[in-house]
């Protein structure tokens, strides 16, 4: 049996999968079984930041790997305390607990949301998340995920959650009482179609965080890690939340999430109140730790934003080829979102044909999260790749 007739008899089918297997990769290359390459321009949906099999963090992930992978939070961790640390001090944050995913993070922090209005004896637990919002498939992130298709079946969701319109603070303010306990919000809505979040809306979220003294929680579990061309999204709005949950590009690759914390909710979060047994284990804070070494760079970051221009500019004059089918180039740094006037997946299908990778979210909108090592020459390649598919269509 191959990988994929073993895959069909022995894998949950929760995933429609394409028919390939790939077997290598390297920097913004993936190789399949026969040997074929494709260029990624979805990076394993905004995970492998810095490309695959990136030489410096599997260099790392092998020396860890013969030194020292689990030992339990029972005892202290070098490289979780030094990923701690260095996540700090690159951000707003003072404390941080580590997981194992997006899900995970965004679930610990609505506990600790819910957990500081219980010790503040507020009168609420109320969550107020966003419309096409995503947040992850357990059972508190899809109550906050804002679109039905993902809880349909699975009710009754989390009590005492309510949605307002994304980047409409007068829906916001309908919404928000003295029972409000927290506020989750994507800087940059990824699944919903890359659509970045206005400055004033954040600012005006925490605002409106401090007048009720809620806990305001920015998702950066797919925009984090220097996706848009900051290491973290929220440092484009000059707005801090009180926690920002991560996950994807953390690891390059290996499971890891975080929850970051300061000021009122940095200690919300004692012995007994939450734990992980994975979470911060020697293998993937060791990663994690690098990829942060090499993202935080100013050079880099510098770099993620020119690319990314240089991505938009190339779409823009793709969507004055074909206005029929594009019709706005959004996003930021190297997470941009090309809208559609039709829906996309026969483009992705065909592109991946023709050696692309690429993906469709929010049914309309093309979504490129390359690799931020990628090359202008390979974007110009994809482009060109694209350019074929859409004359074809
Ligand atoms: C913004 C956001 N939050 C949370 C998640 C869930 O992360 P995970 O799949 O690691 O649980 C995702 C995944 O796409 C995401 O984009």
């Given at each position: 049996m191959n990988t994929i007739e073993m895959t069909e008899k022995y894998v949950m089918k929760t995933y429609n999968r394409y028919p390939i297997s790939f077997v290598k990769g390297q920097g913004c290359y993936l190789y399949d079984e026969n040997g074929r390459e494709y260029l990624d321009m979805l990076a394993g949906i905004a995970v492998c930041n810095l490309g695959h099999c990136h030489p410096e963090v599997s260099e790392t992930i092998c020396k860890q790997a013969r030194e020292l992978i689990h030992t339990s939070n029972l005892f202290h961790i070098k490289p979780q305390a030094e990923l701690a640390k260095l996540i700090c001090e690159n951000s707003f944050g003072e404390k941080v607990f580590f997981c194992n995913s997006g899900a995970e993070a965004n679930e610990?922090?609505?506990?600790?949301?819910?957990?500081?209005?219980?010790?503040?004896?507020?009168?609420?637990?109320?969550?107020?998340?966003?419309?096409?919002?995503?947040?992850?498939?357990?059972?508190?992130?899809?109550?906050?995920?804002?679109?039905?298709?993902?809880?349909?079946?699975?009710?009754?969701?989390?009590?005492?959650?309510?949605?307002?319109?994304?980047?409409?603070?007068?829906?916001?303010?309908?919404?928000?009482?003295?029972?409000?306990?927290?506020?989750?919000?994507?800087?940059?809505?990824?699944?919903?179609?890359?659509?970045?979040?206005?400055?004033?809306?954040?600012?005006?979220?925490?605002?409106?965080?401090?007048?009720?003294?809620a806990i305001l929680i920015f998702d950066e579990v797919q925009t984090g890690i220097g996706r848009t061309g900051k290491l973290f999204a929220y440092q484009h709005y000059n707005v801090e939340p009180d926690v920002m949950t991560l996950a994807k590009a953390l690891g390059n690759g290996v499971p890891i999430g975080a929850i970051v914390t300061k000021g009122k909710a940095a200690n919300v979060l004692k012995p007994g109140l939450h734990a992980s047994t994975f979470g911060g284990n020697f293998?993937?804070?060791?990663?994690?730790?690098?990829?942060?070494?090499?993202?935080?760079?100013?050079?880099?970051?510098?770099?993620?934003?020119?690319?990314?221009?240089?991505?938009?500019?190339?779409?823009?004059?793709?969507?004055?080829?074909?206005?029929?089918?594009?019709?706005?180039?959004?996003?930021?740094?190297?997470?941009?979102?090309?809208?559609?006037?039709v829906t996309c997946s026969d483009i992705v299908k065909k592109a991946l044909e023709k050696g692309l990778i690429i993906n469709c979210t929010a049914g309309n909108v093309i979504r490129f999260a390359p690799p931020l090592i990628i090359e202008k020459t390979d974007i110009e390649k994809g482009i060109e790749i694209l350019r074929n598919v859409l004359k074809e269509i």
């Open positions: 610990g922090a609505i506990k600790l949301a819910r957990r500081y209005a219980f010790e503040k004896g507020k009168k609420g637990y109320e969550i107020i998340a966003f419309k096409n919002s995503f947040h992850g498939r357990t059972f508190a992130s899809v109550s906050v995920t804002g679109q039905e298709k993902y809880n349909e079946g699975f009710g009754p969701m989390l009590s005492d959650v309510k949605f307002a319109e994304f980047n409409n603070l007068d829906s916001m303010k309908s919404l928000v009482s003295e029972k409000t306990c927290g506020i989750i919000v994507e800087p940059v809505q990824g699944e919903g179609g890359i659509v970045p979040a206005t400055k004033e809306f954040l600012q005006g979220l925490r605002k409106i965080a401090d007048e009720i003294d293998l993937a804070t060791a990663a994690g730790k690098k990829v942060i070494e090499i993202v935080s760079q100013k050079a880099f970051l510098e770099e993620v934003n020119d690319k990314g221009n240089y991505l938009r500019e190339k779409l823009t004059v793709l969507q004055n080829e074909f206005p029929e089918v594009i019709e706005n180039i959004r996003g930021k740094g190297l997470m941009i979102g090309a809208v559609c006037k």
